[in-house]
């Protein structure tokens, strides 16, 4: 089945503890990109990437690092969480870029930071 | 500055009937725009899109359409069903920046 896979599904963490998000696509997709949600903001974009070893900022992504070795995964790295990075995220790729097919979108995680 | 946003944060329509969900978005060079649908603790869900070269695109029950005159865009679903409760986002792109951006999102609400 195609898919994005986000792990974990849940995530409780406290201030300063690095973490990492782990995000995995089974459609050969180019372009994946990184999302928070939260309420009232919607859907904001943190880090994306084009292609292997090709990464840029989003709207967001102070407090975040992304890396993109192959492929079909793209992490997301808390180095130092802090409680405003609470929220839920989501991963998400398409085959070609954002404006071509749209995106597939992981299940999401929802971290809490105490 | 760019901006998609969704006319009303709840909509709640009678099982059966038909919905429609507005959205307007600011950026004139937009020429993608995509409907999705986000259940309770999943993740957004394409439903339909559509290009600035069209009008109108109907799938499955649904229906978009855009009047890029006044940059509106909605989306119509017909004989609205229980499963059909979720937030709706509209979102737009522009080829010339290659970046997806998405609107607040409409509760939609489906009284049986």
């Known amino acids: 089945e195609a898919q994005v896979t986000q792990n974990p599904r849940y995530l409780i963490t406290v201030t300063g503890k690095k973490l990492t998000v782990t995000c995995s696509q089974n459609?050969?997709?180019?372009?994946m990109s990184w999302y928070r949600q939260d309420p009232g903001l919607g859907l904001r974009q943190i880090y994306y990437?084009?292609?292997?070893?090709?990464?840029d900022k989003g709207d967001v992504p102070e407090g975040y690092k992304v890396s993109r070795k192959e492929k079909r995964n793209f992490p997301l790295i808390l180095e130092s969480p802090s409680p405003n990075q609470t929220s839920l995220y989501f991963c998400?790729?398409?085959?070609?870029?954002?404006?071509?097919?749209?995106?597939?979108f992981g299940s999401g995680t929802r971290l809490t930071v105490v | 500055g760019e901006s998609v946003g969704l006319h009303l944060p709840t909509l709640s329509v009678q099982e059966g009937d038909n919905s429609i969900i507005n959205c307007a978005y600011s950026n004139s060079a937009s020429d993608y725009f995509i409907w999705y649908k986000q259940e309770s603790g999943k993740g957004p869900q394409f439903i339909i899109d559509?290009?600035?070269?069209?009008d109108k695109r109907q799938g499955q029950r649904v229906t978009v359409l855009l009047n890029k005159t006044v940059k509106h865009l909605s989306l119509q679903i017909a004989a609205t069903q229980p499963g059909d409760s979720a937030v709706y986002f509209c979102?737009?792109?522009?080829?010339?920046?290659?970046?997806?951006?998405f609107g607040q999102g409409t509760t939609l609400q489906v009284k049986p």
């Open positions: 998400a790729s398409s085959l070609y870029g954002a404006v071509i097919y749209g995106y597939t």
């Open positions: 979102a737009e792109a522009s080829s010339n920046t290659g970046k997806l951006i």
């Open positions: 990437s084009m292609n292997v070893e090709v990464t």
């Open positions: 559509i290009r600035s070269n069209m």
């Open positions: 459609m050969n997709h180019e372009y």
